[in-house]
């Protein structure tokens, strides 16, 4: 009897030692994660086939379960003080770090997660959860954060308030119609573009310095605030930019908005702007020196002066309604499009046409000249860059009083041929100003003769040749051709 009491006692001590035994384990029911966790000797530190209560709870430092192919990271909760968790490129579907209340460093993306809950790690300093199937994201328990990064998830609602030391947040590509940062006070980095958002104002965020809100449904956006670099708002439904109070501001990207007027004029240290597609009617860039590279093509611009844009290195003005263009004093031009406009003059002798990687004026069928550096290299290279009814010419001044010569104003200019000697005569008393072109458009003569019916002219010095001469009489003029013999 004695001895069936000793037997009963003893087999209920193992039971119990046991149960005692399991209940020290972590319950790892992946076996990829459980495998890893087991062959890791700074882990596993007593090398069994289980990892202890104890064991993981005295694991600190880096833990990384990236590409191990786990599906469930059930058992993670008894790490409590690990700082990093890399477990990136997985099957994770759900991910519960609410106990892990030492973690700072969080890369969970490009796994299958519908699921993220890290109230608990209130020291976190960043996380990147991209790449997931996320709908819902609250980090507004986590005050230490700097950096959230959770681009292409399916988000609707994503809570950031209350993170003044976040200066990163990248949520584009979601699914988000309203967004508020207005507490995120150090904020440098903003990219919330592929969204649906309707309304974007960050004012409130005095460090920023770049702001992609581009491809949304935006209708307002308050980007005023004087630390703002690089702004980009395509693909938007604006009417309305206001950009006067981004004094720093060096990129614009406004294209494909419904913009009918931009002012760029405080933003003097612009050096990129790029407002295609919209239905601008002017465009003032007179304070813009500093600008290199300028698309502004199909608006609805009658004119373009750039004159003050020297820097300029890359301009596409197509699809507008310009008559006249003149980039001679752009010498550090490389790339001009100015194709499907109305230009009647175009001058592109800027000295640098052989370091043209792009030209085109195709599309201008009132366009019969234009000026380059080498009439020669400009047939040879841009042969495909103009109208059939278009010639290159390192003059066009000469192209134009070929044009207009032997035109009847009541102007006669006899005899012609001449040695050199001939007269200009008038049909009534009127001031003349008399000015006298050779073949390559030097003017080679000029006088201003008052109240004159006629006035005579020695050129008998001159070489041999065609010459044009152009009289001003009162509001009349007229180019007459000559030859000198």
């Avoid at 193992?14 to 495998?35: T, W």
């Avoid at 501001?249 to 004029?265: A, T």
Wanted: charged fraction near 10%.
């Amino acid at each position: 009897m004695n001895n069936k009491f000793t037997l009963l006692i003893v087999i209920i001590a193992l039971v119990g030692f046991s149960n005692m035994a399991e209940a020290q384990n972590v319950n790892i029911p992946d076996a990829n994660f459980k495998s890893y966790l087991v062959s890791n000797s700074l882990i596993n530190t007593n090398m069994d086939s289980e990892i202890q209560v104890s064991e993981a709870a005295a694991y600190t430092g880096l833990l990384n379960v990236s590409s191990k192919n786990i599906a469930n990271l059930t058992g993670i909760e008894a790490f409590t003080a690990i700082t990093t968790l890399y477990c990136a490129n997985n099957q994770l579907t759900s991910l519960n770090l609410s106990s892990n209340t030492a973690l700072e460093n969080l890369e969970c993306e490009n796994n299958l997660l519908t699921s993220l809950n890290v109230t608990g790690a209130t020291a976190l300093d960043y996380v990147h959860c991209f790449t997931n199937r996320l709908t819902n994201l609250d980090v507004s328990g986590n005050p230490a954060l700097t950096d959230v990064t959770c681009y292409d998830n399916d988000l609707t609602n994503l809570n950031v308030t209350g993170l003044v030391n976040l200066t990163e947040l990248y949520c584009y590509d979601n699914q988000l119609t309203s967004l508020n940062v207005s507490t995120n006070t150090a904020l440098a980095t903003l990219k919330c573009h592929i969204n649906q958002l309707t309304g974007l104002n960050v004012s409130a965020n005095t460090s920023l310095v770049l702001l992609d809100c581009s491809n949304n449904q935006l209708t307002s956006l308050n980007a005023s605030t004087p630390s703002l670099v690089r702004l980009y708002c395509s693909y938007n439904p604006l009417q309305n930019l206001n950009v006067a109070a981004n004094a720093a501001l060096q990129h614009l990207w406004c294209d494909s908005n419904q913009l009918s007027s931009l002012n760029v004029s405080t933003n003097t240290a612009l050096t990129s702007l790029h407002c295609s597609i919209n239905q601008l009617s002017t465009l003032n860039l007179s304070t813009n020196t500093a600008l290199q590279a300028l698309d502004c093509y199909d608006n609805n611009l009658s004119s373009l002066n750039v004159s003050a844009n020297l820097a300029l290195t890359g301009l596409s003005c197509a699809g507008n309604q310009i008559t006249g263009l003149n980039v001679s004093a752009n010498t550090a031009l490389m790339e001009l499009n100015c194709s499907g406009n109305q230009l009647t003059s175009l001058n592109v002798k800027n000295g640098n046409n052989t370091a043209f990687g792009f030209f085109s004026a195709t599309g201008n069928p009132n366009l019969q000249c234009i000026e380059v550096d080498n009439v020669a290299y400009s047939n040879a290279n841009w042969a495909i860059g103009k109208d059939a009814t278009a010639v290159y010419s390192a003059n066009c001044a000469v192209i134009s009083i070929r044009g207009l010569a032997n035109n009847n104003t009541g102007i006669l200019i006899s005899p012609s041929p001449s040695t050199g000697i001939f007269t200009v005569e008038t049909n009534h008393v009127s001031d003349m100003n008399i000015s006298v072109f050779d073949m390559t458009g030097k003017c080679v003569y000029q006088k201003h003769s008052p109240a004159m019916l006629s006035q005579a002219i020695d050129l008998s010095s001159a070489s041999k040749g065609v010459y044009f001469v152009k009289v001003m009489a009162d509001d009349h003029h007229t180019i007459k051709k000559i030859v000198i013999q």
